[in-house]
Antibody, heavy 119, light 110 residues
């Protein structure tokens, strides 16, 4: 059974960089069928796609976040990561990692990490 | 990119059927069969209910079905049960090689 385990700080100061990692177990991140994505959900609001990455490093980003987002993959650790720079209170949200099939649906999700941006 | 349009809320009684709409444009729903639907209970991660417009993942009840007409996709839940009460989100691939979600619909089972 595939599992995605998220890790990273739950509190980030304004203007600093948010960093999260998603570790995949029960399957290989080196798959030609899947991308690996990040989605966030501000408290009480809807889902927002942040971006997706292939194991080769190829990425797709949400245009509204593209200037601040970097995704990377570490195949040796079966992990992928998210960095979001220059955060503000508007970036406070539950962040999810997920496996994305090539037809752009997410079938396995991480547990979610609430990241609060506050000094 | 603009979010797909969903009704904020729908409601139904146990045993009834309801349909949630998800309206996009010719650059997303209208041009691709890459529409999916998610169910989210409070405090939980979203759960995939429908993918590629009308396909159900293994383990999802046959009471859930999806369809598409033009720029609008729909999720129908038949034989409503109390556990179906949740938030539902649609998503679609877009011509810009991005993904867009709907704003979400709160389903209340009366």
């Amino acid at each position: 059974q595939l599992q995605l385990q998220q890790s990273g700080p739950g509190l980030v100061k304004p203007s600093e960089t948010l960093s999260l990692t998603c570790t995949v177990s029960g399957g290989s991140i080196r798959s030609s069928t899947y991308y690996w994505g990040w989605i966030r959900q501000p408290p009480g609001k809807g889902l927002e796609w942040i971006g997706s990455i292939f194991y080769s490093g190829s990425t797709y980003y949400n245009p509204s976040l593209k200037s601040r987002v970097t995704m990377s993959v570490d195949t040796s650790k079966n992990q992928f990561s998210l960095k979001l720079t220059s955060v503000s209170a508007a970036d406070t949200a539950v962040y999810y990692c997920a496996r994305q099939f090539w037809t752009w649906y997410f079938d396995y999700w991480g547990q979610g990490t609430l990241v609060t941006v506050s000094s | 990119q603009s979010a797909l349009t969903q009704p904020a809320s729908v409601s139904g009684s146990p045993g009834q059927s309801i349909t949630i709409s998800c309206t996009g444009t010719s650059s997303d729903i209208g041009d691709y069969n890459y529409v999916s639907w998610f169910q989210q209970h409070p405090g939980k991660a979203p759960k995939l209910m429908i993918f590629d417009v009308s396909n159900r993942p293994s383990g999802v009840s046959h009471r859930f079905s999806g369809s598409k007409s033009g720029n609008t996709a729909s999720l129908t839940i038949s034989g409503l049960q109390t556990d179906d009460e949740a938030d539902y989100y649609c998503s679609s691939y877009t011509s810009s090689s991005t993904l867009v979600f709907g704003g979400g619909t709160k389903l209340t089972v009366l």
